[in-house]
C-alpha cells in the first residue's frame, strides 16, 4: 500500500478510471455484437444498428478509452459487412 499522499490520489483516480473504461469497453463489444447480430438476421434495422455501434466506438476514441486505429478497423469491419 501506497504511503506518500500523491500515490495514494494516483491509486484512487486509476481505479475510476479502470472502471469507467470498463463499462465503455463493455458498451462497445455489446453494440458490435447487436449489429452483426442485426446483419445476419438480415433485419431491416440493421444500418441504424451500425451507426449506433460506430457512434460508440467514436465515443470511446474521444474518451482515449481504445486506440483510432483499433476504431477505425472496427468500423470497417461493420460495414464491410453492411454492402455483402
Same mark, same amino acid.
Given at each position: 500500500? $501506497?504511503?506518500? &499522499?500523491? #500515490?495514494?490520489? !494516483?491509486? !484512487?483516480?486509476?481505479?475510476? /478510471? /479502470?472502471?469507467?473504461? /470498463? %463499462?465503455?469497453?463493455? +458498451?462497445?463489444?455489446?453494440?458490435? &455484437?447487436?449489429? !452483426?447480430? $442485426?446483419?445476419? %438476421?438480415?433485419?431491416? $434495422? #440493421?444500418? #441504424?444498428?451500425?451507426?449506433?455501434?460506430?457512434?460508440?466506438?467514436? *465515443? %470511446?476514441?474521444? *474518451?482515449?478509452?481504445?486506440?483510432?486505429?483499433?476504431?477505425? !478497423? +472496427?468500423? #470497417?469491419?461493420? %460495414?464491410?459487412?453492411?454492402?455483402?
Amino acid at each position: 500500500m $501506497a504511503n506518500i &499522499k500523491s #500515490a495514494k490520489k !494516483r491509486i !484512487r483516480q486509476n481505479e475510476r /478510471r /479502470r472502471l469507467r473504461n /470498463r %463499462a465503455i469497453r463493455t +458498451r462497445i463489444r455489446t453494440a458490435v &455484437k447487436e449489429a !452483426r447480430q $442485426a446483419l445476419g %438476421a438480415k433485419a431491416p $434495422a #440493421a444500418p #441504424a444498428s451500425i451507426h449506433e455501434a460506430i457512434r460508440i466506438l467514436d *465515443k %470511446a476514441v474521444s *474518451k482515449g478509452v481504445i486506440h483510432p486505429n483499433t476504431a477505425a !478497423r +472496427r468500423k #470497417a469491419a461493420l %460495414a464491410r459487412q453492411l454492402v455483402h
